[in-house]
């Protein structure tokens, strides 16, 4: 497992309760960095900004679920992780309903319906707290200007490391075993 827990997972379920807000299709919600380019006129980027850790962490010394010899147990490195997540809405030429402020308050909005909260679940995800909509409308190109749109979110995370291990250090001759 990686830290946090699964992050495929909560990129899973972050974008799914994105998309579910924003109205957007899947392919027009990106994580920032994945060498694409933009997606159409109207689309939203996601990015970790910051993954600082939240009080201590800690070990847990488990059964291995399928033990084998020399991994019988496993320790499990875990903490929690508060991740500030940024969320940028460009929308092309929209207004109104479509606007990168009203798409980001409907993803605000869309954070407790259910579809989302299962989604959080199955990744581990707790949403803290949210920044409202900021307008960052700006020239795109000479003679062009794209409404835009960014809000934060500080968001939950469970992480944790597994590695396995065993009870017996070393074994000896006929019938010794040294812990």
């Not at 980027?45 to 201590?56: H, N, R, V, W």
């Not at 299962?118 to 920044?131: H, K, Q």
């Amino acid at each position: 497992m990686t830290i946090p827990a699964d992050i495929a997972t909560v990129e899973n379920a972050i974008q799914a309760w994105i998309v579910a807000g924003s109205g957007l299709a899947a392919d027009k919600v990106l994580w920032s960095g994945q060498g694409k380019g933009r997606p159409g006129e109207q689309w939203i980027s996601l990015k970790f900004l910051a993954l600082p850790s939240e009080g201590q962490d800690w070990t847990d010394v488990e059964d291995a679920p399928e033990p084998q010899d020399g991994a019988e147990i496993e320790h499990r490195a875990r903490g929690q992780r508060v991740a500030t997540l940024s969320i940028q809405c460009y929308a092309g030429n929209a207004v109104g309903a479509v606007s990168p402020m009203m798409r980001l308050e409907r993803v605000k909005l869309a954070r407790s319906l259910p579809t989302a909260m299962d989604a959080f679940r199955a990744g581990g995800v707790g949403i803290r707290s949210m920044s409202g909509p900021t307008d960052v409308s700006a020239p795109r190109t000479p003679g062009t200007f794209e409404p835009r749109a960014v809000m934060s979110a500080r968001i939950s995370l469970a992480a944790e490391l597994v590695e396995t291990g065993t009870y017996i250090e070393k074994a000896g001759g006929a019938g010794t075993v040294t812990p």
